[in-house]
């Protein structure tokens, strides 16, 4: 089994439409990351989380929210979708040990 | 703060050449430095990374990169390229805070 799940893997939603991606991880560490990923922007932080009650803005957290309801899960909410929220989404967790990500298989989402 | 910077979006080898995908780094303190690779479809998976115990770092799939603060870059080089290298490598750096910033990608296709 994969050790970064996120779901839903594709989601075509309209603007202004409320939508959660959802991470879970079974690495069992507390670092976690949502990224998205455009072509040419490479991957930009959104948010991050050291652990349950410790959560970070990223560089580009405008229009999203999120929700650390335990160590192994972590969810990215889009409040009211817009168009260029259109982007693949990646979920990560990291080894504080190793200093190594480990990323799920990411989320394409679409907002006609 | 600080960056990395990917030069060359696309780069195109034939199989069996050199790869050489470049990145500079810029940080007031010394840095911790990455190389992921991304498949089509898949999220990233680290390929190596530069901690200070040496500036020469090996990676998997016969990848290496080497630190030179000089020229403050940490270009990643393969000696013979295979079809199988195909991919999208990101270079990145890692924050005192524990933040990952990627750069922006190089594309690298191979040629038969």
């Known amino acids: 089994d994969a050790d970064v799940t996120q779901t839903p893997r594709n989601r075509i939603t309209k603007t202004g439409k409320r939508i959660m991606l959802e991470c879970s991880q079974t690495k069992g560490h507390d670092r976690m990351y949502w990224y998205r990923q455009d072509p040419g922007l490479g991957l930009r932080l959104i948010y991050y989380s050291f652990d349950v009650k410790d959560i970070n803005k990223g560089e580009i957290s405008d229009g999203y929210s999120v929700s650390r309801q335990a160590q192994a899960k972590f969810s990215l909410s889009l409040e009211s979708a817009i168009p260029n929220q259109t982007a693949l989404y990646f979920c990560a967790t990291s080894d504080p040990t190793t200093d190594t990500q480990y990323f799920g298989p990411g989320t394409r989402l679409t907002v006609l | 703060a600080q960056s990395v910077t990917q030069l060359g979006s696309h780069v195109s080898v034939s199989e069996g050449a050199l790869v050489l995908l470049r990145c500079n780094y810029s940080s007031s303190v010394p840095p911790y430095l990455f190389w992921y690779v991304q498949y089509p479809n898949q999220g990233l998976q680290l390929l190596l990374k530069y901690t200070s115990a040496a500036t020469l770092v090996k990676g998997i799939n016969g990848f290496e990169a080497e630190f030179k603060k000089s020229e403050t870059s940490f270009h990643l080089t393969k000696p013979s390229a295979h079809m199988s290298d195909a991919a999208e490598y990101f270079c990145?750096?890692?924050?005192?805070?524990?933040?990952?910033?990627f750069g922006t990608g190089t594309r690298l296709k191979v040629l038969a």
């Open positions: 990145a750096v890692r924050s005192g805070t524990y933040k990952y910033i």
